[in-house]
């Protein structure tokens, strides 16, 4: 009897000291993945991250292919995205949806500024043409319309002027604002739009009676990123004159395209090339606003926005173009 009862205290203490052990023991993370569902385009690729060490498999491979979470689109359709934890334990998936997507044409199409038409804007592949109209609540109201086509090669602008709402045409300068390289980290001025990442400013007047051409003096952003006001000089340098962009790169003096006057619009075409001498440019994208003043007053802005009581001015963040090629 006295053995039963030992035994009996034994098999307790061990059932105890069993239970402890479990309950030290570090529990599993439930596996879970930072993305459920996206979209991509044909070509295009989205990493997605397992909050434990996973397997990956497509269920599709034909639409979607997936390495270390890296998920390719191979062709339109849709495919689950699955990712294995352990012996199978735990299981996790994403639903991708690959779609089409937009593809350059053949022959990438380039604008002639020297034809005296504008017929060959209408023959532009539309997505890849950037536009911007002037609403009728704006504040400023000088700027009644652009557009924006980019290739390798060159920076195509159309802009129409609303030449009521511009009184003294003597010497009216039109700015060209470009975050060229399609970051917010370089570049500032923050006046004329939300985002503050202008690299470049292009300047010159354009108005006799009409419109003239556009050959202007091209300006690097020198100051700190976001700020506003343009530095004529490097700040680190104030007596190198190598770096001092508008006096010895001013007008004239850095062709960067040519420009015409035809039925109301102007054509202005920048050439990339020289632009990128000055900064750095993206290969795939760039952001680009337009200013045209009076008395050094704003008088047309576009990009704009309606001026409300939520946003005076109604100030917007710049045009992003995609570049044809």
């Excluded at 023991?25 to 690729?45: F, Y």
């Excluded at 397992?50 to 034909?62: G, K, Q, R, T, Y």
């Excluded at 195509?156 to 009216?172: A, G, K, R, T, Y």
């Amino acid at each position: 009897m006295k053995a039963n009862k030992f035994m009996a205290v034994v098999l307790a203490a061990l059932t105890v000291g069993f239970v402890a052990c479990k309950k030290d023991e570090p529990q599993v993370d439930k596996l879970a993945l930072d993305k459920t569902e996206v979209s991509i385009a044909v070509g295009e690729t989205v990493q997605l991250t397992a909050n434990l060490e996973v397997a990956w498999a497509s269920s599709n491979e034909a639409v979607a292919t997936v390495e270390a979470g890296l998920v390719k689109g191979i062709a339109e359709g849709e495919a689950n995205i699955i990712a294995t934890y352990g012996n199978a334990d735990q299981t996790a998936m994403c639903k991708v949806t690959v779609t089409k997507g937009s593809t350059p044409p053949a022959e990438i199409p380039e604008i002639d500024v020297t034809d005296g038409s504008l017929a060959d804007w209408d023959a532009l592949p539309a997505e890849y043409v950037v536009s911007a109209v002037c609403p009728e609540g704006a504040a400023l109201l000088g700027l009644k319309s652009v557009k924006v086509y980019a290739t390798e090669m060159y920076i195509n602008i159309l802009v129409e002027p609303n030449m009521d709402d511009i009184q003294d045409l003597s010497w009216v300068p039109f700015h060209v604002y470009l975050d060229i390289d399609n970051s917010d980290e370089t570049g500032g001025y923050g006046d004329e739009f939300t985002d503050a990442n202008t690299d470049i400013l292009c300047e010159t007047a354009v108005f006799a009676d009409e419109p003239i051409a556009y050959n202007p003096a091209v300006f690097k952003w020198w100051g700190e990123v976001g700020g506003s006001g343009w530095e004529w000089t490097d700040p680190a340098n104030p007596g190198d004159e190598s770096n001092f962009w508008g006096a010895i790169i001013g007008e004239g003096q850095l062709p960067v395209g040519n420009s015409q006057y035809v039925d109301g619009k102007f054509e202005i075409q920048l050439l990339r090339e020289l632009l990128g001498t000055v900064h750095p440019m993206s290969e795939e994208a760039f952001g680009i606003g337009f200013d045209i003043q009076q008395n050094w007053s704003s008088v047309g802005i576009l990009p704009i926005g309606e001026d409300t009581e939520e946003n005076p001015g109604g100030h917007v963040a710049k045009l992003k173009v995609r570049i044809c090629k």
